[in-house]
């Protein structure tokens, strides 16, 4: 019998058995053998590690972060509340796909990734989560280099509006993280530290629905506001990308993961999505858009740049 047709007729555990529906047997056990770091346990990382756990019931799940949850977090990370106030993320993680698959094994980076731990936190996985804040440049960078070195793929998933996009860099591909970024290919992780993120180069989705306010504001560098809404679809679009990524061996007649240079997007406020080849005319054409929108008077107003405090205007 073949390898593929005993996989199909191998009993399925409960846990998983209405994933079988959209995927099949041998599918799912690539998923339960896999490893996934995800550095970056906030709004994004935390619900993505969540539902990649209670989907692949991974062997290992590697989780990095070294904030603790505050009252901000809770509109849009079920798991903020009052019982995890002050906690570290990772541990309020780790407990929750603790109860939910107890089979997978759970490593924390309570420091976060750093340029010292880069290669530890990588090296053996199948597939790399980037969500850590891509304002700390040095941070990406030692992750992306640790990712090319072990040959892993790196995912970039992020929430944008009511939407969500997502990339991944591909290990030998000549279109790297540094590259997306503007970084030269040799720069050192002290000098990426030193240099600001250009919003132009990983931001390729601008909701054409925006506030032009709060655009104004996040592009001076205020903090990017971010909505539960945002957050399930990059949950979604994120989740999606990494079955692709870790069941490419199965050859099941499934499209290739998206790499970069193009980009995934999905929004359902604007009822679109689709792949953006041209990262930066994207930009520039959306945020056109959105500030003609808004002087128009066609567009929402948000209470954003009304909520900042005097020293972020």
């Known amino acids: 019998m073949a390898p593929e047709q005993s996989a199909e007729r191998e009993p399925m555990p409960p846990e998983f058995r209405r994933n079988l529906g959209f995927w099949r047997r041998s599918e799912q056990q690539l998923l339960r053998e896999s490893t996934i770091a995800i550095a970056g346990a906030g709004g994004d990382g935390f619900d993505l590690a969540v539902a990649l756990a209670m989907m692949t019931g991974a062997a290992e799940v590697r989780i990095a972060d070294p904030e603790t949850f505050v009252p901000e977090n809770s509109n849009r990370v079920a798991w903020a509340n009052t019982d995890t106030y002050r906690r570290l993320k990772i541990d309020a993680l780790r407990d929750t796909i603790g109860k939910i698959r107890p089979e997978t094994r759970v490593v924390s980076f309570a420091e976060g990734v750093t340029t010292e731990n880069a290669d530890q936190f990588v090296a053996g996985a199948d597939l790399v989560l980037d969500e850590s804040e891509l304002r700390y440049l040095h941070v990406g960078t030692a992750l992306a280099r640790a990712a ?65 306010g709060t655009f104004r504001a996040t592009v001076a560098g205020s903090p990017l506001p971010s909505v539960v809404q945002g957050v399930k679809a990059a949950v979604s679009l994120g989740t999606t990308e990494a079955l692709l990524h870790l069941t490419r061996t199965d050859q099941n007649r499934r499209r290739s993961p998206v790499f970069a240079p193009r980009w995934a997007y999905t929004d359902p406020m604007a009822l679109m999505s689709g792949r953006i080849r041209y990262a930066r005319a994207r930009h520039r054409i959306g945020a056109a858009v959105l500030a003609t929108r808004s002087v128009l008077g066609w567009n929402p107003r948000a209470s954003y740049t009304e909520e900042l405090p005097a020293d972020a205007e």
């Open 148 to 212: 090319r070195r072990h040959g892993v793929p790196n995912l970039l998933v992020m929430n944008i509006g009511f939407g969500a996009i997502a990339t991944s860099f591909a290990p030998r591909s000549p279109f790297t993280f540094e590259r997306m970024m503007g970084l030269p290919a040799d720069i050192t992780l002290d000098e990426a530290a030193a240099r600001e993120m250009d919003l132009t180069r990983c931001v390729p989705y601008i909701p054409q629905y925006g506030d032009l």
